[in-house]
């Protein structure tokens, strides 16, 4: 059996569907916020308090072509240490540089001339770590780092002690005598604790930098490779002329 329809039914059908369609609500598409997971510095200790509580390891491995060198992370800085924590398993430390290098004091890391690095630093976050100083950790021979922001200001109490997020540095001098450290304190005007002296003199480190940078882990072997790149041909401005290439991975 053959199916017909009439003009009038099929228009009647048509503006039924129509209308179907118009009544239909609309379903606005949800804008994502690109930077609702970047770290800035109204988040950061919630970000890397979070970040730390589910992720507690606190040993490193640095491996560069000199050898590698294995940290220790201290549980006392919290936020230093979920911060390198993190950055090390986003692998923002991969194929990044010993870029600053200065013979008997130390060796600084966290940046790159690839452009790649901007990139990796626009998918984390800009942001300071606040300082997490602490008395016990002084900065002797293999200790751990983070910079800070080179501010030159006149008032101390305009310096600030938040620590860069990216930039860390390992302390290479050797063990120091009583005259040195004298002559520190009076250059530095800072005194230095004798239970602090007994470090110095045995290992060796730079005490001047104590109380203004937060040293939040130390070198637990492979101080010769540090003692190996610390010795390595800097220009004028204590960059390698050939580069120091390093990448780094959580041990446990």
Same mark, same amino acid.
């Given at each position: 059996m053959g199916f017909s329809c009439s003009s009038k039914s099929k228009k009647k059908k048509i503006e039924t569907v129509i209308v179907n369609e118009r009544s239909q609500p609309v379903q606005k598409k949800k804008k994502v916020n690109k930077y609702a997971n970047l770290i800035n510095n109204q988040n950061v200790i919630q970000k890397l308090k979070d970040f730390g509580q589910s992720n507690k390891e606190t040993l490193i491995l640095i491996e560069t072509n000199y050898g590698n060198i294995k940290l220790k992370l201290y549980d006392d800085t919290p936020l230093h240490r979920a911060n390198f924590i993190m950055l090390v398993k986003k692998g923002f430390y991969d194929s990044t540089l010993f870029y600053r290098v200065i013979r008997n004091f130390m060796i600084q890391g966290g940046n790159s001339d690839d452009q790649k690095m901007f990139k990796r630093i626009a998918t984390i976050g800009n942001y300071k770590? /606040?300082? +997490?100083?602490?008395?016990?950790? &002084?900065?002797?021979?293999?200790?751990?780092?983070?910079?800070?922001? #080179?501010?030159?200001?006149?008032?101390?109490?305009?310096?600030?002690?938040?620590?860069?997020?990216?930039?860390?540095?390992? &302390?290479?001098?050797? /063990?120091?005598?009583?005259?040195?450290?004298?002559?520190?304190? #009076?250059? %530095?005007?800072?005194?230095?604790? #004798?239970?602090?002296?007994?470090?110095?003199?045995?290992?060796?480190?730079?005490?001047?930098?104590?109380?203004?940078?937060?040293?939040?882990? +130390?070198? &637990?072997?492979?101080?010769?490779?540090?003692?190996?790149?610390?010795?390595?041909?800097?220009?004028?401005?204590?960059? /390698?002329?050939?580069?120091? %290439?390093?990448?780094?991975?959580? &041990?446990?």
């Open positions: 770590i /606040p300082a +997490e100083i602490r008395k016990n950790h &002084i900065h002797k021979r293999g200790a751990l780092a983070m910079a800070v922001q #080179e501010q030159y200001y006149q008032d101390a109490s305009k310096h600030d002690h938040s620590s860069s997020a990216y930039n860390f540095y390992i &302390i290479q001098k050797g /063990p120091i005598s009583d005259k040195y450290m004298d002559k520190l304190e #009076e250059t %530095y005007n800072i005194t230095i604790p #004798e239970k602090n002296r007994k470090v110095y003199r045995k290992f060796g480190g730079n005490p001047h930098l104590d109380n203004d940078y937060t040293v939040f882990g +130390e070198v &637990i072997s492979g101080m010769n490779v540090v003692d190996k790149i610390s010795a390595v041909i800097t220009d004028d401005k204590n960059r /390698p002329l050939k580069n120091v %290439y390093l990448s780094m991975k959580v &041990i446990k």
